[in-house]
């Protein structure tokens, strides 16, 4: 079955930087686009970035030059690399499969994994 566990989340210092892994099974990982979301307490889910699976990658304003997204096909591994985080930055980082088909990467996601906790402070 389809299991994405993410793992990496930490408390960091504002300033500092952080990268989150997403280890994924249960499916043919190297032809799914991926996606990173975030929720922040209280809040809704707020998309983060995407990555293709021939590796394009999308990201959001907000976080643009600040979040990179990356894979690892061979070792099934997705990851988002935090840099200069803050405050605001502070919420539960998902990862998930994303259906591209549509031309948008970043509104029909898939398999979620359970999530992992990113505290700035």
């Known amino acids: 079955h389809v299991q994405l566990v993410e793992s990496g989340g930490d408390l960091v210092q504002p300033g500092g930087s952080l990268r989150v892994s997403c280890a994924a099974s249960?499916?043919?990982?190297?032809?799914?686009?991926l996606s990173w979301i975030r929720q922040a307490p209280g809040k809704g889910p707020e998309w983060m970035s995407s990555i293709r699976s021939g590796g394009s990658t999308y990201t959001a304003d907000s976080v643009k030059g600040r979040f990179t997204i990356s894979r690892h096909n061979a070792q099934n591994m997705l990851y988002l690399q935090l840099n200069r985080l803050k405050p605001e930055d502070t919420a539960m980082y998902y990862c998930?499969?994303?259906?591209?088909?549509?031309?948008?990467?970043?509104?029909?996601?898939?398999?979620w994994g359970q999530g992992t906790q990113v505290t700035v402070s």
């Open positions: 998930a499969t994303v259906d591209c088909s549509s031309g948008y990467c970043y509104r029909s996601f898939g398999y």
């Open positions: 249960g499916f043919t990982f190297s032809i799914y686009s």
